[in-house]
């Protein structure tokens, strides 16, 4: 057998698969079945332990292009697939060549977008897969990156502390500037409003969707989303001199969103008038997830870091009451985790483990200990809040860190409501 691989370290080798036959004939017993997007090229998944890893058959010039477009975007913190590797120069027995495959690790606890439509009524999800989809774009651009390609099949979502985030699973239509003009950014914006609509009209023909679902309602306010964040994070502002309370207000505003600022330039065009150019970026990882990882050592999603740190300083704010004094925050950080978080995450038995992912649990836990405490009129135990969650919840909600291909068929459940709250809460 005849091959290049071209990999990264701390994954399996692969060269058991039988890679001297194209990818549609394939038949091996680590071959799983999962439930896949609209793709041009053939895809298969396998599983090797506890992981599995999807595998791409493309020509080689698109395979090693899409490796590089990974390894970059993932290097510069924009959510994407874990590229694995990238197999070349393969030959069936009798010489004839074969078309390259690209590996990818499966993303955990990601929902494919059909999916979280047949789970949930679409006005729980209208704004977070509009604001995820928006931010996902934002920041390929502020990278210099042309997508190209942006379609929900082409994204997945995983569960965000209420909200949802984007991560980009095709980059094989990609370009990659120093700068991207506005033209490419526009027309990067257009064609994902253009393959959203097609998507969401096939839901609306599956029964899926209700035809009050307006698709073209959404587009235009993903237009305007996109212009609104942008405009945000890159736009000059101009100020008086005694004005300068502004560079404050907009750097806060900058990072509340979720980004940093690189570059700040102050401009006097004129006596009294000046001007602030703002060059942003997305940096891995992001503000509140440095912070939460430097004290705890958690690596979330950036809402779930933000939901958290907001926990561990209320939770600090008590131990002053309770003991008279101040703590150091990584003091306060480990007693969070030893009192409320690690007890919390215990409380799922082994078998609802795939449900939810652990910061989510301890998120979707707080948000109905409030809840719960406000109509009791008291503060309930975490500790029960944590084991009525287990019981009248987590128990009845589906499979997440690894989807089933018949669960791709399945009909929306109309009683499971406290899913779809749960989904929306700040």
Known sequence: MRLQLTAR???PDLLDLPWDRPLEVWQHPRLVEMPMGIHRHVVRTVRYDERLYHLKELPRRYAEREWRFLRYLRAEGVPVVDVVGVVTRRE?????PLESVLITEHLEFSVPYRLLFLRQEHRSLRDPMLDALVHLLVQLHLNGFYWGDCSLSNTLFRRDAGRLSAYVVDTETGELHSEISRGQRQMDVSLAIEKCAGELFDLQAAGVLTASFDVFELGEELQQRYDDLWNELTSDEVFADDERYRIYERLRRVNELGYDVDELELVQDEPGVTRMKLRTSV???GRYRRLLRSLTGLDVQDNQARRLLNDIHNYGAWLQQEEGRALPDPLVAHRWLEASFEPTVAAVPEHLRGRRDPAEVFHEVLHLWHQWSAAEGGDLALEEAARRY???????LPEERRITPAEDDEAPDDDL??????LVSE
Request: proline share 8%.
């Open 9 to 11: 370290t701390g994954h």
């Open 92 to 96: 069936t027995p009798d010489g004839e």
């Open 283 to 285: 940096l891995e990882p």
């Open 390 to 396: 287990v019981g009248d919840v987590l128990s009845v």
């Open 417 to 422: 409501d406290l899913d779809e709250e749960l």
